[in-house]
């Protein structure tokens, strides 16, 4: 079984990877953690590509000391479309994603319906 779990480093995210960490281990999965640099923001590319090593560094970290192996995917693209294509290329059977935190706006909301309903395979939202 892959698991495939997104991040942008916010308290949501870590909370669905810490989810993702204990579902590894019970099911003997394995686990791949993308962070994905929105090509259509206006931040800067280089700190955000910087700011998604750093995440994916401090996780795997974080996994060695749960005791779980785990991928890390740096990629660039629009998040909801992104997550998707990398589930499909590595045979995900399930993409686990934080829940949006309340009065974020519409765009992590977005975010969850676009995944749920483009993903071919299940879609975890962990609050």
Do not use: H, W
Not at 88 to 100: K, L, P, Q
Request: glycine share 8%.
């Amino acid at each position: 079984m892959n698991i495939l779990v997104g991040t942008d480093g916010r308290s949501a995210a870590e909370v669905a990877t810490d989810y993702s960490f204990r579902l590894t281990k019970a099911l003997g999965a394995t686990m791949y953690i993308i962070y994905v640099v929105d090509k259509n923001s206006k931040d800067d590319k280089e700190k955000r590509i910087k700011t998604g090593m750093r995440i994916l560094g401090r996780l795997k970290i974080k996994a060695a000391e749960n005791d779980v192996e785990v991928t890390t995917l740096l990629e660039a693209g629009r998040p909801q479309e992104t997550l998707v294509e990398a589930a499909e290329r590595i045979g995900a059977d399930m993409i686990v994603i934080g829940s949006s935190e309340p009065g974020k706006g519409k765009s992590k909301k977005s975010l969850q319906n676009i995944i749920k309903s483009k993903a071919n395979c299940t879609v975890v939202v962990v609050r």
